[in-house]
Structures are given as structure tokens and as C-alpha cells.
């Protein structure tokens, strides 16, 4: 063998070598630390007991959806490992997952003052996503001798009036009829879709079913929609705030509440701002 040859030979050698730590590294990079492995393990056993383990349950779920967490232990989505690993749906996973995203937003008193008073998961939801610190505070301290199904009443309303609706609240009804088995395995996959698409309960899954199917039939049959009454059983159902707008004219056609309140604090955080210059 040529002093070339060997030369060549010591360089094939060497690039598969790099190539097979590369290849190492890669695998190490990709597999869960055993910080991360305790991360899974803890939140296992925190699930068996959500009441009593909301804040750091809450934390953690929203660490593993931030940091992809879920990935380094064999799943391509959030939503996969929690339908795996929890005894839960991803619809509470999601609920906790925001309860943190809203605390982590507040200041630091307030966060304590929640942590502290021991209301429960079920009540906190309720309160989540609110700005109003004052309400905040103030329906935390009603939650403590509230029950559950009183209190998610009464916070709603609250969050209407905040939300520049009205203070009246809706009666409630139930809804009773037998389906056979097959109806009621079409029904249950509907509503858990419905209730992915909400984040909300099962009647607002239906109620927004019920929608699509009303609005779809108007089309086919060549009727128009009632868009106020669309779009307002939309929002009520996901929670959302829409805005809408006529492309051909530029006017607003829904939503104007919406744009006022928005107008009104942007104004208002723009003189706050002058104010501190």
C-alpha cells in the first residue's frame, strides 16, 4: 500500500468515526435527561390528585407545552401525550395550561393571594383570563364559601359585565331523549370535537354544532344568514370576541362593541403613557 493509499484509507477512517459520534450525539441530544424524566413522573402523580395540585401541575403541563417537552418522550404533539400519559383529557390539560399563562400575568401579590386561597381548580378556570385585578381579588374571596356550580354562575355573570354585555343570565335547561348506540357514538364525537374547538363544556360544543348545521343548511338551500345571530352564537360558545367586516363598503357589521372597548383602552393606555413621561 502506497503512502497516498494510506493516507486516503486514515481519512475514511476518520470522517466514518465523526460521522458515528455525530450520529451519537444526535441520539443523546434527542433522548429525555433525567431532570426531564422526573418532570414526566412528577406530573403522573400530580394528575391523580388535580384538586389538591393545581398550581404546580398548572406550571408544569405549561413547561412541557413551552419548552416541547413532550417530543423527548416519543410524542410528535401536546395533544398525543396528554391522550397517552394522563388520566385526564386535553381539554382540562388545556384549561390548566392557560390558568398558568393568565397567573404568570399578574402581579406578584395577587398570584400568592390565588395560591393561598385554596378555591380549586374547578373555580379558577372561571376566573382565568380575567385583567381586572380588583374583580379578581373580589371573586376569589366569594369563591372560598361558594359552591362550585353557584360560583361558575356568578363569575360568568361577572365576566359578561366586563365584557360590556349584559348582567342578566341565562336560564338553564336540560335536555333528555334515548339514541341507540351507534347515534350515540356519532353524537359523543361530535361534541368531543365541539368541545376541543370551545374549550368549554358539553352544551356549548353542542350549541356550536347546532350552529354549523344551521348555517350550512341556509346556504345550501340559498337563504341568507342572520350573521348577527351567527356570530353571536360563535362568541358565546368559543369565547371568542369577533369583529367583522364588509370587504365590498369597509363598514363594520359585527362587533362594534368590541372595537369601542378596544378604542377606549388604547386611548386610555396612551394618556396613562403621557401621563408617566
Not at 394528575?47 to 393545581?54: L, N, R, Y
Not at 393561598?116 to 379558577?124: C, E, L, P, R, T
Not at 371573586?139 to 356550580?149: E, H, I, R, T
Request: glycine share 6%.
Amino acid at each position: 500500500m502506497t503512502k497516498k493509499t494510506e493516507k486516503e484509507e486514515a481519512k475514511n477512517v476518520l470522517a466514518e468515526e465523526q460521522s458515528g459520534d455525530a450520529s451519537l450525539a444526535k441520539v443523546d441530544e434527542n433522548k429525555p435527561t433525567v431532570e426531564e424524566e422526573g418532570i414526566r413522573k412528577r406530573i403522573s402523580d400530580l394528575a391523580e390528585s388535580i384538586q389538591d395540585s393545581t398550581w404546580e401541575l398548572s406550571k408544569l403541563l405549561y413547561d412541557v407545552s413551552k419548552r416541547h417537552l413532550y417530543r423527548k418522550w416519543g410524542f410528535e404533539t401536546f395533544e398525543e401525550y396528554v391522550e397517552e400519559d394522563m388520566v385526564f383529557g386535553i381539554r382540562k390539560a388545556n384549561y390548566l395550561k392557560r390558568i398558568q399563562e393568565w397567573l404568570m400575568g399578574l402581579p406578584a401579590e395577587l398570584q400568592e393571594e390565588i395560591k393561598d386561597s385554596d378555591i380549586g381548580w374547578a373555580k379558577v378556570k372561571e376566573i382565568a383570563g380575567m385583567d381586572d385585578n380588583k374583580k379578581i381579588k373580589s371573586l376569589v374571596a366569594s369563591a372560598k364559601d361558594m359552591p362550585v356550580g353557584e360560583f361558575t354562575d356568578y363569575a360568568r355573570k361577572v365576566r359578561n359585565e366586563l365584557d360590556g354585555g349584559s348582567d342578566d343570565t341565562e336560564s338553564m335547561h336540560r335536555l333528555a331523549f334515548q339514541v341507540l348506540e351507534t347515534e350515540l357514538n356519532n353524537i359523543e364525537e361530535a361534541i368531543k370535537i365541539g368541545q376541543e374547538i370551545t374549550q368549554k363544556g358539553r352544551s356549548e360544543a353542542l350549541s356550536l354544532i347546532c350552529t354549523e348545521f344551521v348555517g350550512g343548511h341556509a346556504v345550501q338551500k340559498g337563504e341568507k344568514i342572520d350573521i348577527h345571530h351567527y356570530l353571536s352564537q360563535v362568541e358565546r360558545t368559543t369565547g371568542l370576541k369577533i369583529v367583522a367586516l364588509n370587504e365590498a363598503d369597509k363598514t363594520i357589521v359585527f362587533g362594534h362593541k368590541t372595537v369601542e372597548k378596544i378604542t377606549t383602552e388604547q386611548a386610555k393606555s396612551e394618556e396613562e403613557g403621557k401621563d408617566n413621561e
